[in-house]
């Protein structure tokens, strides 16, 4: 099991930038994939964006160009910058691992997950 603590939401305005971070720990580091998922009021939970071990990368067509997720392996840490934020990024934004090391996109397939963190864009 992997114990994910998430932090740096908040309420920003429609263009700024926001950088969450999740920092791991209880397993290698290494060998897990890591993803941001988030959840609007009466909305699905979505997937924003993973990253495997080996660095592949994933990020949904909302987000693209817009935001980078990097990990710091030394410092167990994922952080996912989020630039040029909109009205509809407003959710509230998950970390999750999963101890496999393919990126997938569903939250099914996601062993751990954090608390949680809000990010509420206003115009």
């Known amino acids: 099991q992997v114990q994910l603590v998430e932090s740096g939401g908040g309420l920003v305005q429609a263009g700024d930038s926001l950088t969450l971070s999740c920092t791991a720990s209880g397993r290698t580091f290494s060998s897990i994939t890591m993803a941001w998922f988030r959840q609007a009021p009466g909305k699905e939970r979505e997937i924003v964006a993973a990253i495997s071990w080996t660095e592949n990368s994933y990020y949904t067509d909302s987000v693209k160009g817009r935001f980078t997720l990097y990990r710091d392996s030394p410092k167990n840490t994922v952080y996912l910058q989020m630039n040029s934020l909109k009205l509809e990024d407003t959710a509230v934004y998950y970390c999750?691992?999963?101890?496999?090391?393919?990126?997938?996109?569903?939250?099914?397939?996601?062993?751990?997950w954090g608390q949680g963190t809000q990010v509420t864009v206003s115009a």
């Open positions: 999750a691992a999963r101890l496999s090391g393919a990126v997938r996109i569903s939250a099914l397939d996601y062993n751990s």
